[in-house]
């Protein structure tokens, strides 16, 4: 048997009227404006919260070819070595030390700046690295670190962690929801230098599995350091890697590859 609850207005108003008497119309009608007008609210709030979260930040690399002025919020790498901190859209870290991909006038200058306690960077080799996401004044396009290396920087910058969304490729496939958004995706890559695939599930020599799923991924900035780490099967590489990168219209841009044992 099924045991149906029920609002207590409802109930009131089902017992006043199941006894003859003349129900509180006025107050009722009161108690359900009140929680009409609450659900409302919560429902305008959650969409709102929904609609925030889900609005993707662009990448350095996107507001560069803008020429922005103004406040501004980006996801990116921050990166820190003996020069100074920059904001940078990929990175390899099969280099030694781990080094951006990007040229220097697809970066963002920060500077000598104090890191905020809340930021968990990875420390190697005498560099810092790690997402983030930066908010700050966007200054003009000018020349900016030692020897004026950095056309870009962010002045008054503030930083806070980012972490990407771990996903698979059957849930990237099925839905829409991490369009434009960074993400973390673990899968087999299969490459013959043009074409790259992350691939569900690989046998032996790279021939991936019956039915596994797969997507392409483009690198804007290739790592060959880290495409060294795979294995050869005649004209194609491939191995179990970690991709951080930007899920759009399809196809996954690397941002950060790290080969997997």
């Known amino acids: 048997m099924t045991v149906k609850t029920y609002h207590e207005p409802v109930l009131r108003l089902s017992w006043q009227l199941l006894n003859g008497m003349k129900p509180a119309c006025g107050r009722i009608k009161d108690v359900m404006s009140k929680h009409l007008f609450v ?48 904001l940078v859209n990929s990175l390899s870290i099969a280099r030694d030390p781990p080094a951006p991909l990007d040229p220097l006038d697809r970066q963002v200058w920060l500077g000598d700046l104090e890191l905020p306690t809340d930021l968990s ?20 396009e000018g020349q900016y670190g030692p020897d004026g290396l950095w056309s870009r920087a962010l002045a008054s910058p503030r930083l806070s962690p980012f972490a990407p969304a771990i996903v698979d490729l059957a849930t990237l496939l099925a839905t829409d929801r991490y369009e434009s958004q960074i993400v973390q995706v673990r899968a087999a890559l299969l490459t013959n230098g043009d074409t790259h695939l992350l691939v569900e599930e690989i046998g032996p020599g790279g021939v991936p599995a019956a039915s596994a799923r797969q997507i392409k991924v483009s690198f804007g900035e290739p790592d060959p350091a880290a495409l060294a780490h795979l294995r050869t099967s005649g004209s194609i590489q491939f191995g179990y890697v970690e991709v951080i990168g930007r899920w759009r219209q399809g196809r996954l841009e690397s941002l950060l590859l790290t080969p997997l044992p």
């Open 39 to 86: 659900f409302l609210i919560g429902i305008t709030l959650v969409g709102l919260t929904a609609c925030a979260a889900a609005t993707p930040l662009p990448l350095p690399a996107d507001l560069v070819v803008t020429s922005p002025r103004g406040d501004q919020r980006v996801i990116a790498f921050l990166y820190r070595d003996e020069r100074g901190a920059r």
């Open 121 to 140: 960077l990875v420390k190697v080799a005498g560099v810092q690295y790690g997402l983030v996401v930066a908010q700050g004044d966007w200054l003009p």
